[in-house]
């Protein structure tokens, strides 16, 4: 690997320093958003918007290495991972951000990165829509069909809760953060990705818990579209 590798879509403005958290922190352009162990940011160039994320390291080596990665070959490294994947959800008819840039810099035997995607607009989180008091027995079983269409592609979703699932106006569900996300046929990750949703609602201590459970359940059993 070159110490630095830069894949930039057909659709990207961005240049090779632009993909990098550290130049937007100096921009007007450029704010602060979502929550989670990397910083995410809503940036604009050219009169669009865009989202740029770095690499942050989640669990008890979070504190000690930070956004370092140890590097154990190409194949492995996670935002040429995430963004193959990505690639091939869009193919397969998902509707997710379009991943528009990607810079990975290599240094020694570590390695750090940003990820550029597309900016969604007018959406809320599942968690915000909930805790709204919002329920929609068709948006709730379209998640189900979203999850079920996803391994349908055979991808599986580790990190999938209400924080990494957008709404928008049009009621068009979107699944986002692909960090975690594998090729996989196993039908025991496909199960445990529903019931990582499933208990991430739960949290919520909603009334509705059943019936928002249930109508998951049914969508994702359903036939997609």
Same mark, same amino acid.
């Not at 959406?123 to 948006?139: A, K, M, P, Q, V």
């Not at 496909?190 to 919520?204: A, P």
């Given at each position: 690997?070159?110490?630095?590798?830069?894949?930039?879509?057909?659709?990207?403005?961005?240049?090779?320093?632009?993909?990098?958290?550290?130049?937007? %922190?100096?921009?007007?352009?450029?704010?602060?958003?979502?929550?989670?162990?990397?910083?995410?940011?809503?940036?604009?160039?050219?009169?669009? %918007?865009?989202?740029?994320?770095?690499?942050?390291?989640?669990?008890?080596?979070?504190?000690?290495?930070?956004?370092?990665?140890?590097?154990?070959?190409?194949?492995?490294?996670?935002?040429?991972?995430?963004?193959?994947?990505?690639?091939?959800?869009?193919?397969?008819?998902?509707?997710?951000?379009?991943?528009?840039?990607?810079?990975?810099?290599?240094?020694?035997?570590?390695?750090?990165?940003?990820?550029?995607?597309?900016?969604?607009?007018?959406?809320?989180?599942?968690?915000?829509?909930?805790?709204?008091?919002?329920?929609?027995?068709?948006?709730?079983?379209?998640?189900?069909?979203?999850?079920?269409?996803?391994?349908?592609?055979?991808?599986?979703?580790?990190?999938?809760?209400?924080?990494?699932?957008?709404?928008?106006?049009?009621?068009?569900?979107?699944?986002?953060?692909?960090?975690?996300?594998?090729?996989?046929?196993?039908?025991?990750?496909?199960?445990?990705?529903?019931?990582?949703?499933?208990?991430?609602?739960? %949290?919520?201590?909603?009334?509705?818990?059943?019936?928002?459970?249930?109508?998951?359940?049914?969508?994702?059993?359903?036939?997609?579209?």
């Amino acid at each position: 690997m070159k110490n630095s590798i830069f894949i930039n879509s057909e659709q990207s403005p961005f240049s090779e320093e632009e993909c990098n958290i550290h130049f937007w %922190k100096k921009s007007s352009n450029a704010s602060l958003i979502g929550e989670g162990r990397s910083q995410v940011y809503l940036i604009e160039k050219e009169n669009k %918007k865009y989202v740029i994320k770095d690499y942050y390291r989640g669990g008890k080596l979070r504190s000690l290495l930070k956004k370092n990665y140890l590097y154990t070959g190409l194949a492995r490294v996670r935002p040429l991972l995430e963004w193959s994947l990505m690639l091939k959800l869009l193919e397969g008819g998902m509707q997710i951000a379009r991943p528009i840039a990607v810079h990975v810099r290599r240094f020694g035997i570590f390695y750090q990165a940003s990820l550029i995607t597309e900016y969604i607009p007018n959406t809320d989180t599942f968690e915000s829509y909930l805790l709204r008091g919002s329920l929609d027995i068709e948006i709730i079983q379209a998640i189900g069909k979203e999850i079920k269409r996803l391994h349908e592609l055979s991808v599986t979703h580790p990190d999938i809760n209400t924080k990494n699932i957008l709404i928008d106006t049009s009621h068009r569900v979107f699944l986002i953060d692909f960090d975690k996300s594998k090729e996989s046929q196993n039908a025991f990750r496909y199960n445990q990705d529903v019931l990582r949703l499933i208990r991430s609602i739960q %949290k919520l201590n909603l009334e509705d818990f059943e019936a928002i459970k249930f109508n998951i359940y049914k969508g994702y059993e359903g036939q997609s579209n």
